[in-house]
């Protein structure tokens, strides 16, 4: 008999959950739009229905424990979220307790940047290596850290936060409170709205014509077909994210930076921008680090947190050692 863990994504925008075996290969997924604003009672039972859902094709499958990759700020080493901007609801809640009152299989909770950055370093783009940065755009900016071969977790578990470092004095209001932050200018909710507001202000575009939504999809689109304002957006977003790339580099001198999330759908017509951003602006012994396309797509959060449970069951002979504190 197999053994296998569940993974459970949970984002603002969707919960995902996945079976993962010892190889980090996904056998099987599921998913949902997040009801973010219904309150925890209501998302904790979307994770329970996918999960349920899962074990019941299991078959004759062993399930080791179930991993659960959330936003922060969480902290990690007492369970509970102290505050998610993206629920609702989710202040001072015991996270890991409620879970697992729900399953009958040992939970496993992580920072969902830390539980990609993990995915990634266990079995995609950071195979092999000691220091990386995992950088998550989409609905938020996040991340997480690999630091001398070991998770960086920091305290109580909160390391990572990358979107929360600020790249403009009083600029624009993060959905954290804070202004100027890295989210607030880069991230892909960010992105959506600068394109709106660009595309209702400019008559000549593709953007937004005859009533179309402008989102990151249509925008990318657009830039396919010659529209000035669209590759402007993208060239500017680009810029952006060099330039809190450019910032990590100097904090975490990683062998390498991965980024992950919505955004990198469109890897190939932002990754120039990008690298060419810090080829200009980082200290020389910088410039040469690249800036890769996290190679379990959309999984990595999920295979992080599969890893995490194989971890906690004391089954990881295919993995790196990972410190759970």
């Given at each position: 008999m197999h053994e296998i863990a569940i993974g459970i994504d949970l984002g603002g925008t969707q919960v995902r959950a996945a079976l993962v075996n010892e190889r980090g290969e996904v056998l099987a997924r599921a998913e949902e739009r997040t009801d973010a604003m219904?309150?925890?009672?209501?998302?904790?039972?979307q994770i329970k229905m996918l999960a349920d859902g899962l074990i019941a094709a299991a078959g004759q499958?062993?399930?080791v424990g179930i991993g659960v990759s959330t936003p922060g700020p969480i902290d990690t080493f007492s369970g509970i979220a102290r505050d998610i901007p993206t629920l609702a609801g989710f202040v001072d809640f015991p996270l890991k307790k409620e879970l697992q009152k729900r399953f009958a299989y040992p939970v496993s909770l992580e920072n969902d940047g830390i539980a990609a950055a993990i995915g990634e370093w266990q079995f995609g783009a950071g195979q092999g290596l000691e220091n990386l940065v995992y950088a998550t755009v989409s609905t938020g900016l996040g991340g997480g850290v690999i630091a001398d071969g070991r998770v960086l977790r920091g305290r109580k578990g909160m390391a990572g936060h990358i979107?929360?470092?600020?790249?403009?004095?009083?600029?624009a209001l993060c959905p954290c409170g804070n202004r100027g932050c890295f989210e607030a200018y880069a991230s892909g909710t960010a992105f959506t709205q600068r394109a709106r507001e660009r595309a209702f202000a400019c008559t000549e575009t593709l953007l937004g014509a005859e009533g179309a939504p402008v989102d990151s999809r249509s925008v990318f689109s657009a830039a396919r077909r010659g529209d000035i304002l669209a590759n402007r957006?993208?060239?500017?977003?680009?810029e952006l994210l060099g330039r809190g790339f450019t910032s990590l580099l100097h904090i975490f001198s990683p062998q390498v930076i991965v980024m992950g999330g919505g955004l990198s759908h469109e890897f190939e017509r932002l990754h120039p921008g990008i690298q060419g951003y810090i080829a200009r602006w980082a200290m020389p012994a910088f410039k040469d680090v690249p800036?890769?396309?996290?190679a379990l797509g959309q999984n990595s959060g999920l295979i992080g947190a599969a890893a995490l449970a194989f971890l906690a069951a004391g089954t990881q002979d295919h993995m790196q050692p990972i410190s759970i504190t």
């Open positions: 219904a309150g925890p009672e209501r998302v904790l039972a499958a062993s399930v979107g929360h470092m600020s790249v403009m004095p009083d600029g957006l993208i060239d500017e977003e680009a800036v890769v396309h996290a």
